[in-house]
């Protein structure tokens, strides 16, 4: 069981930028984050949860949703145990709650559901206003 823990989340103007942080415990032994597909979504007021990017769901590229290509970075310190989300040139639709989400790697899976992650964070807030 591997526990998620969303951070940095905040108020950004639009157009600025914001870091957010996914820091996980309780990996299994002998394991790094290269073994795990970390995966990105956000859930704005009234909507689903949908996905914005994850990292590890493949071994040659990182998946993003075409809303934020080019503007969103996700990445990974696997010495920190530490996933990130770079997010730049923030918009007025990108305000949400933002979680991480973790499954073991293997196999092919739909980047961008929520039923091919094992588990969640608990969410870190965006918030785009000037």
């Known amino acids: 069981q591997v526990q998620l823990v969303e951070s940095g989340g905040g108020l950004v103007q639009p157009g600025g930028s914001l870091r957010l942080s996914c820091a996980a415990s309780?990996?299994?032994?002998?394991?790094?984050?290269?073994?795990?597909?970390i995966g990105w979504f956000r859930q704005a007021p009234g909507k689903e949860r949908e996905g914005v990017s994850c990292?590890?769901?493949?071994?040659?590229?990182?998946y993003y949703a075409d809303s934020v290509h080019g503007r969103f970075t996700t990445s990974r310190d696997n010495a920190k145990a530490t996933v990130y989300l770079q997010m730049s040139n923030l918009k007025p639709e990108d305000p949400a709650v933002y979680y991480c989400?973790?499954?073991?790697?293997?196999?092919?899976?739909?980047?961008?559901?929520?039923?091919?992650?094992?588990?969640w964070g608990q969410g870190t807030q965006v918030t785009v206003s000037s």
């Open positions: 309780g990996l299994a032994s002998g394991f790094t984050l290269e073994n795990y597909a």
């Open positions: 990292i590890g769901c493949s071994n040659v590229i990182e």
């Open positions: 989400g973790v499954r073991r790697r293997g196999g092919t899976i739909r980047w961008d559901l929520v039923r091919s992650y094992d588990s």
